[in-house]
């Protein structure tokens, strides 16, 4: 921690949440859930970025200047990881635990849906996963699908898990319904950020 204590950390709030119908809720909610543990919740929602004048795409640079910047200002991350759109985490998400990751921050991470990043993948691929003669499976462009038996891509799992944290991802599987508001998982990554 770069603060005097753990009671003080900021902690960057990661995760597809944002582009939830009641995200403003959900990150509110969140943050009081920091509160409780001793930490202060920074969500993207925190940042103001004038608009006015702006291109979209000029907006979506603004944004990602002042989230990174916002992250190299916490102490810690704590990264939602649950599968946004896909068999995989998001990947702005993504991106963010591998930026906290380079500047040496700790990520906790969490998913609320179980199962092996092949799971899924067999599961979203359907019949266009084959299994390849030499056991590999494999989709329809003939790529071969991970089999490492983790619970995302293995630069993720190894972001947190060599973070300096000794928490892996915390897996809290939820009915489909409360995969992106159900916030026990999120709420285990604070205890073990508050050890």
Not at 56 to 80: F, G, K, P, T, Y
Not at 89 to 96: F, I, K, N
Not at 173 to 180: E, G, N, Q, T, Y
């Amino acid at each position: 921690m770069t603060q005097s204590s753990a009671n003080q950390g900021r902690v960057y709030l990661a995760g597809p949440d944002v582009f939830l119908l009641n995200a403003a809720a959900v990150l509110e909610r969140k943050k009081e859930l920091c509160a409780k543990h001793g930490f202060v919740g920074l969500s993207p929602f925190d940042n103001e970025i004038d608009r006015s004048g702006l291109s979209r795409h000029e907006v979506a640079h603004r944004i990602a200047a002042a989230n990174e910047e916002m992250i190299r200002s916490c102490d810690l991350v704590i990264a939602n990881l649950t599968p946004f759109r896909g068999p995989g985490a998001d990947v702005g998400t993504v991106y963010e635990v591998g930026f906290a990751r380079a500047l040496g921050l700790p990520v906790f991470a969490y998913t609320n849906l179980a199962g092996s990043l092949l799971d899924r993948t067999r599961r979203w691929l359907g019949d266009r996963l084959k299994q390849r003669a030499d056991g590999e499976f494999a989709d329809q462009f003939d790529m071969i699908v991970e089999d490492l038996d983790c619970v995302d891509n293995l630069m993720i799992v190894g972001a947190v898990e060599a973070g300096g944290t000794g928490a892996g991802i915390v897996i809290n599987a939820v009915p489909d319904k409360d995969s992106f508001t159900d916030l026990a998982g999120f709420e285990t990554c604070l205890e073990l950020a508050a050890r």
